[in-house]
């Protein structure tokens, strides 16, 4: 599903975010993303849904070889790849129905088939009768639940989450956790970095820790392994 | 692009005005106090025009014809002037109209003056008076005049006069005065867009984000741009719409106050039919261009996240 050989990442500034990052993450599998501050995460991430580009090395997601892709295609491969963002970064001033149907408006999908579909994704993620509330209005939980929603309505093959939980309290982000797994059961890839040793350590799931922009750690049914 | 699309967009640009409703605002507020004042200095400039063509189509050349000619010369004449294709009419003044005509514009002064000429001894010669079509030919076409006199002698005219010198000074300040207005105008066109421009840049910045998030849904370049498009036409047509009826209705007033309250009947301005369609014609069309130009450059630079 995710397949990146020997993939390095410098930025213009002289940052060697990655170094050498060589990993399969096969489809349907739930994996954390771990590590400090810094370490490159983020960047492992944004290589995935082609925020950023490699400086060398070969990333495939889904079939697609991300690193070449033209410009233009861009839009058409992120229609395939959930991202779910620890600001939520919902349209402000869309409510909770149309920041989720934009997704759906974005692939053209007929406005019968978006109105059915996005009111069944916003029960799913438990926000029956609050699809015409504004973010703003919403709690930061529902708000993640949002976008959740927006990310999962066109059944990506693959779920981006950056620190999902990070805004919330321990029990809000448990909700979120059993929301993600029950994606997972679904058949979706989930790809989520956090700092939540909690979850990591009480949801056993493969964990790949990132360090200094290597891979420092995988296994299948890690810890989280850090000191707080 | 699938049509389902397209009414998505239009749907969702006039969504996107009331969802910003003060950005909208804004934007509205710079477009209608813009060409409001783009458009005042346009009737202005218009009017100044027209009392500009008032004045320069009073000038009109004077041909007096020698005394006691036949009838058969005089019509030949009559005729070979009226065939110019830059004369608009001929008009012949017999020597009674004539002075006729001299003791109104004398009035009081001339009473003296003229007392005791009648009938019978008519200082004054018969002569035509010639309207030119374009003002601006009115020497061409004198001289045009005097040299049927010079190519056959026969021809019975005295003189050829149509204000030397002074009519070349008045087109001189007429041409100026419209210059003038024509900068004015171009000055303040260029002012408009500029405001307007800057003030939908100023509200898109704001958005920027949204445009970011847009794209990392998987939104392409065309499906975030189109709806900005359709919002700044609207917003753009609205204003200029607006501003148009709130210039018009003034401006009626202002017809109807100085042509029949005041009786000022020798400045006479343009007619609100003839100057409403140059005015709503101009206006809609800059503050719609603008709407859709400042919307569309201001999004074109946040969609290369």
């Given at each position: 599903m995710i397949e990146m050989q020997d993939i390095w990442k410098t930025y213009a500034n002289g940052t060697h975010a990655l170094r050498g990052v060589s990993v399969i993450i096969e489809k349907n599998e739930f994996v954390y993303l771990v590590g400090p501050s810094g370490a490159g995460k983020s960047t492992f991430m944004k290589l995935i849904y082609r925020e950023e580009v490699p400086t060398k090395g070969q990333i495939s997601v889904n079939g697609f070889n991300i690193g070449k892709l033209k410009p233009r295609k861009i839009p058409f491969v992120r229609r395939n790849i959930g991202v779910i963002f620890q600001d939520f970064r919902l349209l402000p001033k869309f409510t909770a129905y149309e920041n989720v149907a934009f997704a759906m408006e974005v692939i053209e999908t007929p406005r019968r088939l978006i109105k059915k579909r996005t009111m069944e994704v916003l029960e799913l993620v438990g926000l029956k009768g609050k699809h015409n509330s504004l973010p703003a209005q919403l709690s930061g939980g529902e708000q993640q639940r949002v976008g959740i929603a927006r990310a999962i309505v066109n059944n990506p093959a693959v779920i981006i989450a950056d620190e999902p939980t990070g805004n919330l309290d321990p029990e809000t982000s448990w909700g979120i956790m059993n929301l993600l797994e029950e994606i997972n059961f679904r058949g979706t890839t989930i790809v989520m970095a956090t700092h939540n040793r909690d979850i990591v350590n009480k949801l056993r799931k493969r964990v790949i820790a990132i360090e200094d922009g290597i891979i420092a750690r995988d296994e299948a049914r890690g810890e989280y392994g850090y000191e707080i | 692009m699938k049509f389902r699309t397209i009414l998505r967009h239009i749907r969702e640009g006039t969504k996107n005005i009331i969802r910003n409703g003060w950005m909208s605002f804004a934007s509205l507020s710079s477009i209608v106090i813009s060409l409001f004042i783009l458009g005042v200095f346009l009737l202005l400039a218009l009017n100044v025009n027209n009392l500009a063509n008032q004045i320069e189509s009073q000038v009109e050349v004077k041909v007096y014809l020698q005394l006691g000619v036949e009838q058969?010369?005089?019509?030949?004449?009559?005729?070979?002037?009226?065939?110019?294709?830059?004369?608009?009419?001929?008009?012949?003044?017999?020597?009674?109209?004539?002075?006729?005509?001299?003791?109104?514009?004398?009035?009081?002064?001339?009473?003296?003056?003229?007392?005791?000429?009648?009938?019978?001894?008519?200082?004054?010669?018969?002569?035509?008076?010639?309207?030119?079509?374009?003002?601006?030919?009115?020497?061409?076409?004198?001289?045009?005049?005097?040299?049927?006199?010079?190519?056959?002698?026969?021809?019975?005219?005295?003189?050829?006069?149509?204000?030397?010198g002074t009519v070349e000074t008045l087109f001189k300040f007429t041409t100026a005065v419209r210059n003038i207005g024509l900068i004015i105008v171009a000055g303040l066109a260029l002012t408009a867009m500029f405001l307007i421009?800057?003030?939908?840049?100023?509200?898109?910045?704001?958005?920027?984000?949204?445009?970011?998030?847009?794209?990392?849904?998987?939104?392409?370049?065309?499906?975030?741009?189109w709806p900005f498009f359709i919002e700044g036409a609207l917003i753009g047509l609205l204003g200029s719409a607006v501003t148009?009826?709130?210039?018009?209705?003034?401006?009626?007033?202002?017809?109807?106050?100085?042509?029949?309250?005041?009786?000022?009947?020798?400045?006479?301005?343009?007619?609100?039919?003839?100057?409403?369609?140059?005015?709503?014609?101009v206006l809609i069309a800059i503050g719609t261009l603008i709407g859709i130009w400042g919307s569309t450059i201001s999004v074109r630079k946040y969609l290369k996240v």
């Open positions: - | 058969s010369k005089v019509e030949e004449l009559h005729n070979a002037i009226a065939n110019m294709p830059e004369v608009r009419s001929v008009k012949f003044v017999s020597k009674a109209e004539g002075l006729e005509l001299l003791r109104v514009s004398l009035g009081e002064d001339g009473k003296d003056l003229l007392e005791g000429f009648d009938e019978t001894n008519n200082p004054l010669p018969d002569s035509f008076t010639v309207e030119v079509i374009e003002p601006q030919t009115i020497s061409f076409v004198a001289n045009k005049i005097k040299a049927i006199n010079e190519a056959d002698p026969t021809v019975p005219i005295t003189n050829v006069k149509y204000g030397q421009s800057n003030t939908i840049k100023v509200t898109i910045l704001a958005r920027r984000r949204e445009i970011a998030i847009m794209k990392l849904v998987g939104a392409t370049n065309h499906f975030i741009r148009t009826a709130i210039l018009l209705v003034l401006y009626q007033q202002l017809v109807q106050i100085t042509q029949f309250e005041l009786g000022l009947m020798m400045i006479k301005l343009v007619t609100i039919e003839d100057a409403g369609w140059l005015i709503s014609g």
